[in-house]
C-alpha cells in the first residue's frame, strides 16, 4: 500500500511538472486566497493588541461615568452624539468626597473641543480638553517639562495650559514652550508644562491634545455647566463592581431618582470595555476572514476545472495504466495526490506572501507612528496548510472519482 502511494505521488509530480505554466496559474487562486486569509487573521489580532494596549496605557482600573442612560451592553448615549447635561461638577464633587467611597484614589471630569490655537504667526486648529488637576495620576500621563496645574489653579479659572508633545513643535517649534502664552478663542493662556510624548493612539491623541482647567473650559471656552465624561481610579480591580455600585447609589440620590425610574447616567469600567472591545474585534475578523475565504473556494473550482481538462487528456494514459494492472483505487488516489499537492503547494506560497504582507503592512503602520505589532503564530501556519489541505481533497475528489471510473476498452479507444 505505502508503495503504491508512493508510485502515485511521484506519477503526480512528474504530470504537474509537465505542465509548468497550467500548473502555476492554477496554484496563483490558492496562494491568493491563503495569502489573504493570513493577512486578515495577523492583522485582525494586531488591531485587538493595539486597541487592547490603548487602553491599558490609560489603565484597567478605571470607571467611567457619562450622562445619559443607556442599555448596559450598549454603548452610551453620548457616543451618538446626543448632548445631555444631567451630570455635573457637583456630582462628581460628591463622589470624590474624602472617605465616601474609600476605594477611589483619583478622579478626573472631562469637557472637551476645538477652537484656532494662535502663537505669533503661527495658528492650527486644535482639540482641547478641560480637565481636573489629578488627570496625570488618573490616566499615568507623565510630563516632559513643567508641571500640570495645581487644584487651585483648576477651580479658580486660571488661564494656564498643558501641551501634548506635538501640539508643543506645532505651536513653538524647538523652542522651549514653558512660560509662553497662545490664545484659544480670543483667550489667553500661559504653557506650564509638556507632556512626554505617547504616540498616535485609535482614539485621541493625547500628543496632538491641550489641556487647560476643567473650569476654565467649561466658563470661558465652551460657555456650559455640565460634564461630558469624568473618570475615577479605583485601587484594585477586584474593587471596581463595588465602586460602581456606590457611584450609582451616590448620583441617583443625587438626582431624586426613584426606585422604578431608569438611572440617567451611564457607568462603565476598563476590564468590561476591553471584553467588548475583543468580542467586538474577534466577529470582523472572522467576517473578514469568511469574505477572504471566498477566494479559496475559487482557487478550490479552479483546481477542480484543471484536473478536469487534465482527465480528458490523459484518458489514454489512464487505460493504459488499468491495462497494465492498476486499480481504481490506484488512478483516484493519483488524480487524488495531484490536486491536493497543487492545493498545498499554493498554500506554502500563500503563507509566505501572507508573511511578507503582513510584516509591510505592520511596517507602513509603525511609520504612521503607531505602535503596531507583528504577529506570526503557528496557529495561523496551521491553519493555512489544514485549510489547503481541505480544499486540494474536496475539490480534486470529484475529477479523481471520474478518472477512476473509466473503462480500460474506452479509454483505448479514446481519441
Do not use: C
Not at 502515485?8 to 496562494?31: D, E, P, Q, W
Not at 504667526?121 to 480637565?131: H, I, T
Amino acid at each position: 500500500m505505502f508503495r503504491r502511494g508512493v508510485q502515485s505521488l511521484t506519477m503526480a509530480a512528474r504530470n504537474l511538472a509537465a505542465t509548468k505554466v497550467r500548473t502555476f496559474l492554477t496554484v496563483l487562486g490558492i496562494v491568493i486566497g491563503i495569502a489573504s486569509v493570513f493577512l486578515v487573521m495577523s492583522i485582525g489580532r494586531s488591531v485587538q493588541e493595539f486597541i487592547v494596549g490603548q487602553i491599558r496605557d490609560v489603565g484597567s482600573n478605571l470607571v467611567g461615568i457619562l450622562p445619559g442612560a443607556s442599555d448596559p451592553k450598549g454603548p452610551p448615549a453620548s457616543v451618538f452624539g446626543i448632548v445631555t447635561t444631567t451630570f455635573t461638577n457637583e456630582d462628581l464633587d460628591a463622589i470624590l468626597a474624602k472617605g465616601r467611597i474609600p476605594n477611589i484614589v483619583a478622579g478626573s471630569g472631562y469637557v472637551s473641543g476645538s477652537a484656532n490655537a494662535v502663537f505669533g504667526r503661527q495658528s492650527a486648529e486644535v482639540s482641547y480638553q478641560g480637565v481636573s488637576a489629578s488627570l496625570p495620576e488618573v490616566e499615568n500621563i507623565p510630563l516632559r517639562g513643567g508641571r500640570f496645574f495645581s487644584e487651585e489653579e483648576a477651580t479658580s479659572r486660571s488661564r494656564v495650559a498643558v501641551l501634548g508633545a506635538t501640539r508643543a513643535r506645532d505651536l513653538f517649534g524647538n523652542a522651549d514652550p514653558i512660560g509662553k502664552r497662545f490664545s484659544l478663542k480670543d483667550v489667553s493662556f500661559t504653557v506650564i508644562g509638556v507632556l512626554e510624548e505617547k504616540g498616535s493612539t485609535g482614539f485621541s491623541s493625547i500628543d496632538t491634545n491641550i489641556f487647560v482647567p476643567l473650569e476654565t473650559a467649561q466658563k470661558l471656552l465652551l460657555g456650559i455647566d455640565y460634564l461630558n465624561l469624568a473618570r475615577v481610579k479605583v485601587d484594585e480591580e477586584k474593587n471596581i463592581p463595588a465602586v460602581e455600585v456606590a457611584v450609582r447609589e451616590i448620583l441617583r440620590d443625587r438626582h431624586g431618582l426613584k426606585k422604578a425610574e431608569p438611572d440617567d447616567f451611564s457607568v462603565r469600567n476598563t476590564v468590561e470595555a476591553l471584553s467588548v472591545l475583543k468580542n467586538i474585534t474577534n466577529i470582523l475578523t472572522f467576517f473578514l476572514v469568511f469574505v477572504a475565504g471566498i477566494s479559496l473556494i475559487v482557487g478550490g473550482v479552479g483546481i477542480m476545472n484543471v484536473m478536469l481538462i487534465a482527465l480528458k487528456q490523459r484518458v489514454r494514459e489512464v487505460g493504459l495504466r488499468k491495462a497494465v494492472g492498476a486499480r481504481d483505487g490506484d488512478i483516484l488516489l493519483q488524480f487524488l495526490l495531484e490536486a491536493i499537492f497543487l492545493s498545498l503547494l499554493g498554500g506554502a506560497f500563500g503563507f509566505l506572501v501572507g508573511i511578507l504582507l503582513t510584516f509591510l503592512s505592520a511596517v507602513l503602520i509603525r511609520s504612521a507612528g503607531y505602535e503596531w505589532e507583528f504577529f506570526l503564530t503557528l496557529p495561523s501556519a496551521l491553519v493555512a496548510f489544514l485549510v489547503s489541505f481541505v480544499v486540494g481533497v474536496f475539490f480534486g475528489l470529484y475529477p479523481a472519482r471520474r478518472a477512476a471510473r473509466i473503462s480500460p476498452m474506452e479509454a483505448l479507444r479514446y481519441e
